[in-house]
């Protein structure tokens, strides 16, 4: 058992500097002044004693310099850290807290703590990735007020007009034609009779082609472009994409990306730091892969929605497969037409060049906001094929 333990002594409040011997015997100690450093002091001081359970023990840190706070407010140092590991371990009186900090240093000296550590915080980090942020955005979409919704919609509508959509050249005949036609026939199952619904046509081009879409925002505004009127060719066929539209607003998909991305942006940052630079590239890729994976899910739920009101309405969900198709179609054309200048200046591919594109396929499919066309055209002709049986629901 350590009787004593060599170490400096500094009164509260002072610089001043004595070599001291601290003893611990059952709930009490007892520093003992040796001598100060002006070699005159130190009959000034009389021996410190007090309860050992009150004592204040820093965090061991290596071998560097231990200190004790003591009762009286002065500072007891030692470089003996085993010594004082060793007292606090054997005193059944030492702090409850300096015990639970050494078993810590301890942990964090071994190699595999650290490595159990390790695995469990990947563990804990996917999980809530990939867990924790969908429920954590659900849950606080559906918890805001319709109001939050219309705000940021309003926002969203007034800042794309300014940059990025143009005024539509649909004749007014043929909007209010699809807009009385939303109302009888789509509005009624809209799910939620909170939401106001208001249809918009703009016309949407980039590098002067024109684009087909359509697309939702949280106050229910809905937003179709010129391209998707012309290329569709019936009443269905529009009304199956307002359908699917109809499905993000109700499962407040906007609201729960927001989140999502304003969720991970902070997690990357926390642990980052202020992002920039390279932090900044890592901040961008890490939300855009995790909110495409998320945005799938998403298409999917609307798919789902707008394939269930299709059977509900009696639209046979194929409308849905055919537009949908006709858009690729068409976006692959003005792709193919874009790139065929650069196209002429290419060397034939080869093997390994043919192979690269395969897994450029599937990247690209991986990063796409919407799920691979093929499954969704599959999951709407096994809708379709109930809606051939006279079935409202399709298990």
């Known amino acids: 058992m350590i009787n004593s333990i060599s170490g400096k002594w500094y009164p509260k409040d002072s610089s001043v500097q004595c070599a001291a011997q601290l003893t611990v015997a059952k709930t009490r100690y007892e520093v003992k002044i040796v001598s100060s450093e002006t070699g005159n002091d130190s009959e000034r001081h009389q021996n410190i004693t007090g309860q050992w359970s009150q004592v204040t023990i820093n965090d061991r840190l290596g071998n560097t310099e231990r200190k004790l706070t003591l009762t009286d407010g ?5 470089h003996n850290n085993d010594a004082i590991d060793t007292i606090i371990n054997s005193n059944k009186n030492s702090d ?51 109001q939050t919704g219309e705000f940021i919609g309003h926002q969203s509508l007034d800042f ?24 009888t026939r789509l509005k009624p199952f809209g799910g939620d009779d909170n939401i106001q619904y208001r249809l918009h046509f703009r016309d949407m081009s980039i590098g002067g082609s024109s684009l087909p879409n359509a697309f939702a925002l949280p106050s229910g505004d809905i937003i179709l472009t010129d391209k998707f009127v012309e290329l569709s060719q019936n009443d269905d066929e529009i009304d199956a994409v307002l359908l699917h539209e109809m499905g993000h607003v109700v499962e407040r998909h906007s609201l729960e990306m927001l989140t999502q991305n304003s969720l991970t942006t902070m997690i990357v940052i926390l642990v980052l730091g202020n992002p920039d630079g390279i932090s900044e590239i890592a901040t961008g890729l890490g939300t855009a892969l995790v909110s495409s994976h998320y945005s799938r899910q998403y298409e999917t739920e609307a798919d789902e929605f707008a394939f269930n009101k299709m059977l509900e309405i009696g639209i046979d969900p194929q409308a849905f497969v055919d ?23 290419e060397h034939e591919h080869d093997d390994d060049e043919k192979a ?23 999951m709407a002709e096994k809708y379709s094929k109930c809606f051939e049986q006279g079935l409202k629901v399709c298990e």
């Open 74 to 78: 002065s500072l007891f140092t030692t």
């Open 96 to 146: 409850t807290a300096s015990k639970w900090r050494l078993r810590l240093h301890r942990h964090e000296t071994k190699m595999t703590s650290v490595l159990t550590m390790l695995v469990i915080t990947v563990v804990f980090v996917f999980s809530f990735i990939k867990w924790g942020i969908p429920w954590t955005s659900q849950t606080v979409a559906h918890a805001l007020p319709q």
């Open 160 to 183: 794309m007009d300014r940059y990025f959509l143009k005024p539509t050249q649909i004749s007014g005949t043929e909007q209010q034609q699809i807009i009385s036609r939303f109302k």
């Open 323 to 345: 537009i949908l198709s006709r858009m690729e179609e068409y976006s692959t054309t003005v792709s193919a037409t874009t790139d065929v200048d650069d196209a002429t200046h």
């Open 356 to 378: 690269e594109e395969v897994e450029g396929e599937k990247l690209s499919d991986f990063l796409s906001t919407h799920p691979n066309t093929q499954l969704r055209i599959k």
